[in-house]
């Protein structure tokens, strides 16, 4: 998905450059309005696990419970909506775990890191 300015734009699977998963992204991706990811000069990425169908756009309140740290900092939230209740990375089924730790380190190494290191980030790229 892309943001231009004046809409996004869903590219759809990308398996020329991530063949896992067919390139279908595992999650619902978006990002988080208002923060900047300083190194990237780009909105700082969210990955949502949920039960439900999320569309290219929505706005949704979210719950933040970890943090992948990627060695090339492209860093992503991992939160949830109200669907589920994973209180922490390690809850999320272990399938489902590790499809998007296949996913997202497919090029770069990845660190799981907890809420509080999330919440840490995110305070370093608010817009302010």
């Known amino acids: 998905m892309r943001y231009d300015g004046t809409g996004f734009e ?5 398996k020329e450059k991530i063949p896992i998963n067919d390139g279908v992204m595992p999650v619902a991706y978006g990002y988080i309005e208002g923060a900047t990811n300083k190194l ?6 969210v990955i949502v696990f949920s039960n439900k169908e999320h569309k290219t756009g929505d706005k949704i309140e979210v719950e933040i419970i970890g943090l992948l740290s990627r060695e090339d900092e492209d860093h992503k939230i991992v ?3 109200d669907s589920v209740s994973y209180k922490d ?3 999320i089924p272990e399938q489902e775990r590790n499809l ?4 997202f380190s497919y090029t770069h ?9 999330a919440e840490e980030y995110l305070t370093e790229c608010l817009d302010i």
């Not at 190494?109 to 290191?117: F, M, Y």
């Open 10 to 14: 869903d590219f759809g699977p990308i």
């Open 40 to 45: 990237e000069k780009d909105n700082v990425d």
């Open 79 to 81: 939160a949830i909506d």
């Open 89 to 91: 990375f390690s809850e």
């Open 100 to 103: 998007v730790l296949a996913y």
């Open 109 to 117: 190494q990845i660190k799981v890191e907890d809420a509080d290191k």
